[in-house]
């Protein structure tokens, strides 16, 4: 499958801090998504993103699909303590299984 | 509206055992799918179901992994016999729109631990 870069691997950060991560691809996606992963727990989808250049936002978080259709990032604003988590990108390619980012570790401190 | 249960949560076994893992996914959803997930990576696909027809199945590694889905509804993915490279957690997810649908929900996964 494609391969997926994820960074930064971890953040450690205060409660309140803004947070992005982004993911780049070797080549094009259709739709990339965004998903959180509680320990003990599936992912959880939090964005789905669909045509190049889209802006989307789920409460603090924002995601873009970059115009290039290789890359994506994610915003958190004003972090909090439940924050916490992996946070995974996904790309998927009409016929190809979706392919997962090695993920983000976001730590957040009070 | 229940989300994708899976059981056991956890399973120990030691190498050339055998395990299974059974999943049943959101009520009406036809698409299921197994993943594998390494610790410290993302899920990896494993197999996709459609109803009970296999869309994909091309990163099982079909000497020792089998899955079915015999009436389309919940389903099974069996390890025989365990290595202790298997060890993972393994992931179920369904999806409402069969074929390319990418907004999969997944359920809690079963941690595997090979000894």
């Known amino acids: 499958g494609q391969q997926l870069n994820q960074s930064p691997q971890s953040?450690?950060?205060?409660?309140?801090?803004?947070?992005?991560?982004?993911?780049?691809?070797?080549?094009?996606?259709?739709?990339?998504?965004?998903?959180?992963?509680?320990?003990?727990?599936?992912?959880?989808?939090?964005?789905?993103?669909?045509?190049?250049?889209?802006?989307?936002?789920?409460?603090?978080?924002?995601?873009?699909?970059?115009?290039?259709?290789?890359?994506?990032?994610l915003?958190?604003?004003?972090?909090i303590p439940s924050d916490v988590g992996i946070y995974f990108c996904a790309g998927h390619l009409s016929g190809y299984a979706l392919n997962f980012g090695k993920g983000t570790s976001l730590l957040v401190t009070p | 509206e229940a989300g994708v249960a899976q059981s056991p949560r956890y399973k120990i076994i030691?190498?050339?055992?055998?395990?299974?893992?059974?999943?049943?996914?959101?009520?009406?959803?036809?698409?299921?799918?197994?993943?594998?997930?390494?610790?410290?990576?993302?899920?990896?696909?494993?197999?996709?179901?459609?109803?009970?027809?296999?869309?994909?199945?091309?990163?099982?590694?079909?000497?020792?992994?089998?899955?079915?889905?015999l009436k389309g509804v919940d389903s099974t993915l069996k390890i025989q016999p365990a290595k202790l490279e298997d060890s993972a957690v393994y992931l179920c997810a369904s999806s409402l729109v069969g074929g390319d649908s990418n907004e999969q929900f997944f359920g809690p996964g079963t941690r595997l631990t090979v000894l």
């Not at chain 2, 959101?26 to 610790?39: D, E, F, N, R, V």
Request: charged share 20%; aromatic share 12%; glycine share 8%.
């Open chain 1, 11 to 73: 953040m450690f950060i205060q409660e309140g801090e803004d947070v992005s991560m982004n993911c780049t691809s070797s080549s094009i996606f259709n739709t990339w998504l965004w998903y959180k992963q509680d320990p003990g727990e599936g992912p959880v989808l939090l964005i789905a993103l669909y045509k190049a250049g889209e802006l989307t936002s789920n409460g603090r978080l924002t995601a873009q699909f970059g115009i290039t259709r290789k890359d994506s990032f």
């Open chain 2, 14 to 69: 030691e190498k050339r055992q055998s395990v299974a893992f059974w999943c049943n996914p959101i009520s009406g959803h036809a698409t299921l799918y197994w993943y594998q997930q390494i610790l410290g990576q993302g899920p990896k696909l494993l197999i996709q179901f459609q109803n009970n027809g296999v869309v994909d199945d091309s990163q099982l590694p079909k000497d020792r992994f089998s899955a079915e889905r």
């Open chain 1, 75 to 79: 915003n958190i604003s004003a972090s």
